[in-house]
Every structure is written in C-alpha cells, then in structure tokens.
Nanobody, 123 residues
Framework: QVQLVESGGGLVQAGGSLRLSCAAS????????MGWFRQAPGKEREFVGA???????YYDDSVKGRFTISRDNTKNTVDLQMNSLTPEDTAVYYC?????????????????WGQGTQVTVSS
C-alpha cells in the first residue's frame, strides 16, 4: 500500500511556473507507475501525465512541452514542473500510483490517490 501527499500548489500569474511534489510512503514505491491528474471546477478529473518506474514519461497534449514529470526513487517523490501556466491550468492537482503495466491515462487504472493540491492561475 502507498500513501500519497501532494504539496506545492498556490496562486501564480499567467505565464508563470509552479512545481508540485508528491511524497509517497509505504513499500515498493520504485515499482509503481505514477500519474498526475487534475480537476477544474465543474469538470471531470483529467489526465495530465505519467512517469513509469523506468522513467519513461507520457503527457496529455494540453500540457506537452510545458509540463515535466520527474521522480526520485531515493526520496520517494514525484514532481510536476509546470511552466507557461494559463488560467486554463487552474485545477486541483492529484498524484496517483498504479502497478498496471505501461503509463496508464485513465482514473480507474490508478489504485492510490493523494488528497490533491490547488493550483490557481490568474490572468
């Protein structure tokens, strides 16, 4: 079992950057594929990107080229670096963990979830 806690959210102006972090506790973190999702007000939760245990990454087209996911298996952390932020990036951001093969991009494929951290981008 893995427990996940996100941090780093806040208020930023459009065009700015923010770095989110997800700290994991529990056994076997390095074997999990990790994903980031977000949920904007009144919208469904959506996939942002994922990083595998082998450090491969996969991003949704909406963030490709602006967001970067990294992980440090020695610290049990996964980071989401967000650049060139726009008001459309405003959402609660969640990290999630799965043992499913590959880099899943659907909610149901992830077993463990953090509580989320709010990101607000002002225009």
């Amino acid at each position: 079992q893995v427990q996940l806690v996100e941090s780093g959210g806040g208020l930023v102006q459009a065009g700015g950057s923010l770095r989110l972090s997800c700290a994991a506790s529990g056994r076997g973190f390095s074997g999990y594929n990790m994903g980031w999702f977000r949920q904007a007000p009144g919208k469904e939760r959506e996939f942002v990107g994922a990083i595998g245990w082998s450090l491969g990454t996969y991003y949704d087209d909406s963030v490709k080229g602006r967001f970067t996911i990294s992980r440090d298996n020695t610290k049990n952390t996964v980071d989401l670096q967000m650049n060139s932020l726009t008001p459309e990036d405003t959402a609660v951001y969640y990290c999630a963990a799965t043992l499913r093969v590959g880099l899943p991009n659907l909610e149901y494929e992830y077993r463990y979830w953090g509580q989320g951290t709010q990101v607000t981008v002002s225009s």
